[in-house]
């Protein structure tokens, strides 16, 4: 597997996003920027929704701090992926991300960036994607919406993952919404994906990423 | 209650780390940095210690992008704490450690420094810290010392929290422990600390962190 190691932090990232945008717009595919906390189950997440998805092309462009642990579970479920090994930066930049999708070279497909696990520093950096989808999972606490405004305030919509831990952890929704409806409209998903069990909620995520899909045509 | 609002992120960081220990020294102070990824439950896990050492001063000092909700539910507790704004900033910095210092203005103590909930950043910022404490909690994932390897290579001590779920979650301790211990000898203690049960395991943080206090004297 090729790891692209990412070296410095280049200046002009909204130029770079431009390009990577026009970039995708002309190889019709839909650019899916995941974000969210260290263990949100981000992977888990894209897994999923190809699993829903199954007609559709999907790549994955994976940036972790270090190891190839998501990109190799991704490739032995026969999903096309790059792996970007940031060396310590705490987010990925536009500049990376043209590299990663050289890597792979797909298209007419969904592409996921699976960005490091940070609820804060991501939300600065534009990579050309067309939907910003967060992974905010249940144990993180209900309370996140008000401790992390600028990522719960730049997002297009809200996969909220380990529903079914909602009564071990004493998750209030109520509150969550709450936190949220102050910054943002964006729709929100709640998805259980438990080892062993059936996956509930991530047939509305799909959904609502094959809508964005097919709207590309329409562009 | 006062916010600190943090400006700017100042150059020389490590001479005001090495001043801010001087700092806590000189006022017979252990400051521990505790750090984690958001929702590790560091808020409560700070809380679960002050309550084992009831005879022992305990101030905090507590960094969030936005919010007070942290200092005000430690403040319900009778515990002396000052709130830093980071307005975006992902980390705390030895500069605005020594203006929250100052706002609690206690001797004799152990001080918490809850950092920002991110598990990149905040290990390149010396604070001028005795004791670096890391909050990793259960649902995170057994996989995060493969892949937060810099954080997993900082620290003095691990606090496992909400052991409760390990089930739940399909936690392997083994794997986990496998990670940590290629960057790391630290001491890993288990907690569990699920709101309206019996708290687990937090006596031995606890006792680790009064050792180290009682070590000051003998420096």
């Known amino acids: 597997m090729e790891v692209i190691i990412m070296k410095e932090l280049l200046e002009g990232n909204d130029k770079l996003a431009a390009e990577n945008r026009a970039y995708f717009a002309s190889r019709h595919i839909l ?12 992977t888990t997440l894209i ?13 994955v462009i994976e940036g972790d701090i270090s190891s190839s642990i998501d990109a190799e579970f991704l490739k032995k479920q026969g999903i096309q992926s790059a792996q970007i090994n940031t060396c310590g930066e705490c987010h990925l930049d536009a500049h990376v ?3 990663g999708a050289d ?7 969904i592409v996921f960036i699976e960005n490091v696990g940070n609820l ?23 309370d996140k919406p008000f401790k992390y405004t600028p990522m719960f305030s ?19 929704s109520e509150n969550f919404l709450k936190g949220l409806r102050t910054l943002s409209l964006v729709p929100v998903f709640e998805v259980s994906l438990k080892k062993g069990a059936q996956p509930q909620g991530v047939t509305f995520v799909a959904q609502y990423l094959l809508k964005k899909y097919q709207e590309l045509d329409a562009i």
């Open 120 to 142: 804060i520093c991501p939300a600065e950096f534009d990579l050309g994607e067309a939907v910003r989808l967060l992974a905010a999972s249940v144990p993180e606490g209900d």
């Open 31 to 42: 650019a899916v920027n995941l974000m969210g906390a260290p263990g949100a189950g981000k």
């Open 97 to 99: 991300i043209r590299q």
């Open 103 to 109: 890597c792979i070279d797909i298209r007419d497909s």
């Open 154 to 172: 730049y997002i297009d919509v809200v996969a909220l993952t380990k529903c079914d831990l909602k009564e071990a952890v004493g998750f209030n």
């Open 47 to 59: 897994s999923a929704i190809a699993n829903e998805l199954k007609g559709i092309r999907i790549g």
